[in-house]
């Protein structure tokens, strides 16, 4: 059975970089054509999609609204993949939930979810 | 693409039927739409894609229809682990997007 955890620091200090992994077990992230994404959820705000990278890490997909500061990675082994949020700010402040995806090129629902990581940005 | 889930809060109790609503600032292609259930300190769980396609190990008392605009989903009748909040998602347009929820809860 397939499950996804993520784990990083659940404090960034402002302007700094955010950085989670998602660590995967029970199949291989490249045993299939997958997208592997990330999602976050500010308190008491809806759910925001980050960005989809492809099995084979050779294409990924980001939220032109975090393009800019937004980097996802596969490692080599294919055992977890990474996100890279650069110049947080305290609205960066959410759980971050990493996820399968199905589907094509940037058009993904997701199963299975991680249980997700607080990460709170504060001095 | 906005979504709009209405309403906010369904007030419920076990065994009676929940109707949820999620409507579009545009039409969504091809009815690329899925729901959600999130619990507290639990995983997310995909329910429906393909605005009416049960994923795997989703209970047939969940149902999912609409096309274009108009999205619903169904719970024909309520269980004690069915009380939780439930978002749409479409993503046949990018940036996939999600509405703002609904929560069910026990009246």
């Known amino acids: 059975q397939l499950q996804l955890q993520e784990s990083g620091p659940g404090l960034v200090k402002p302007s700094e970089s955010l950085s989670l992994t998602c660590t995967v077990s029970g199949d291989s992230i490249s045993s299939r054509s997958s997208y592997w994404g990330w999602i976050r959820q500010p308190p008491g705000k809806s759910l925001e999609w980050i960005g989809t990278i492809y099995y084979s890490g050779t294409s990924y997909y980001y939220n032109p609204s975090l393009k800019s500061r937004v980097t996802i990675s596969l490692d080599t082994s294919k055992t977890h993949f990474s996100l890279k949020l650069s110049s947080v700010t305290a609205a960066d402040t959410a759980v971050y939930y990493c996820?399968?995806?199905?589907?094509?090129?940037?058009?993904?629902?997701?199963?299975?979810w991680g249980q997700g990581t607080l990460v709170t940005v504060s001095s | 693409i906005v979504l709009t889930q209405s309403p906010g809060t369904l007030s419920l109790s076990p065994g009676e039927r929940a109707t949820l609503s999620c409507r579009a600032s545009q039409s969504v292609s091809s009815s690329y739409l899925a729901w959600y259930q999130l619990k507290p300190g639990q995983a997310p769980r995909l329910l429906i894609y393909g605005a009416s396609t049960r994923a795997t190990g989703t209970p047939d008392r969940f149902s999912g229809s609409g096309s274009g605009t108009d999205f619903t989903l169904t719970i024909s009748r309520l269980e004690a682990e069915d009380f939780a909040v439930y978002y749409c998602q479409q993503y046949g347009s990018s940036p996939g997007t999600f509405g703002q929820g609904t929560k069910v809860e026990i009246k």
């Open positions: 996820a399968r995806g199905d589907g094509w090129a940037g058009h993904n629902w997701f199963d299975p």
